[in-house]
């Protein structure tokens, strides 16, 4: 069973950092794109980042760019974001995707919250 | 990197059929035929029902459809059901490894 399971939320103040984790477990890890989304709030999906298989590609929404940055390790079957200068427009449930097909994503984990507040 | 425009709301009666749009532009929905749809229960993470435009992943009940005309796509659920009340959301890819989600639509089943 394919199982992705994030970690790392928690409540930060404004411009402090965390590491969000993405354990995968159930398929080939390394065989797979990956991608961050966040959800603030009561708001609507939007794509925080993309790494290819190997992390030969990588990128970042305008909105996270130059704060944000993804890594993987495949032998450890993990996913990761490191998000820096957080600000509360930050505030959001992070999920991991999988790279399904052509640019949609079939697994996703059950999400993270961070929450940035003085 | 603006996100693809869809309506707030829609709503039908059981058995009934909702169509869903989803307007971008000619840098994403235009050019690319990677036009996802994902519903979503609250609290609940985000399922794909429609891949690349119009295909279904399997266990996708064949009551959801898919479409696009030019910048617009279209997700079509016929046949409305109870279960079928959620969140909906419409991606693209819109070139160099970047996605763009949809506004999200909220799908009332009356």
């Known amino acids: 069973e394919v199982q992705l399971v994030e970690s790392g939320g928690g409540l930060v103040q404004p411009g402090e950092s965390l590491r969000l984790s993405c354990e995968a477990s159930g398929f080939t890890f390394r065989d797979y794109n990956m991608i961050w989304v966040r959800q603030a709030p009561g708001k609507g999906l939007e794509w925080v980042s993309y790494i290819s298989s190997y992390s030969s590609a990588k990128n970042y929404a305008d909105s996270v760019k130059g704060r944000f940055t993804i890594s993987r390790d495949n032998a450890k079957n993990s996913l990761y974001l490191q998000v820096n200068s957080l600000r509360a427009e930050d505030t959001a449930v992070y999920y991991c995707?999988?790279?399904?097909?052509?640019?949609?994503?079939?697994?996703w984990g059950q999400g993270t919250l961070v929450t940035v507040s003085s | 990197q603006s996100a693809l425009t869809q309506p707030p709301s829609a709503s039908g009666s059981p058995g009934q059929s909702v169509t869903i749009s989803c307007t971008g532009t000619?840098?994403?929905?235009?050019?690319?035929?990677?036009v996802s749809w994902y519903q979503q229960h609250p609290g609940k993470a985000p399922k794909v029902m429609i891949y690349?435009?119009?295909k279904r992943p399997s266990g996708v009940p064949d009551r959801f459809s898919g479409s696009k005309s030019g910048n617009t796509a279209s997700l079509t659920v016929s046949g409305l059901q109870a279960e079928d009340e959620a969140d909906y959301y419409c991606?693209?890819?819109?070139?160099?490894?970047?996605?763009?989600f949809g506004t999200g639509t909220k799908v009332t089943v009356l």
């Open positions: 000619s840098s994403d929905v235009g050019t690319y035929d990677y």
């Open positions: 690349e435009v119009s």
């Open positions: 995707a999988r790279y399904g097909r052509t640019w949609s994503f079939d697994y």
């Open positions: 991606s693209s890819y819109a070139g160099s490894n970047i996605l763009v």
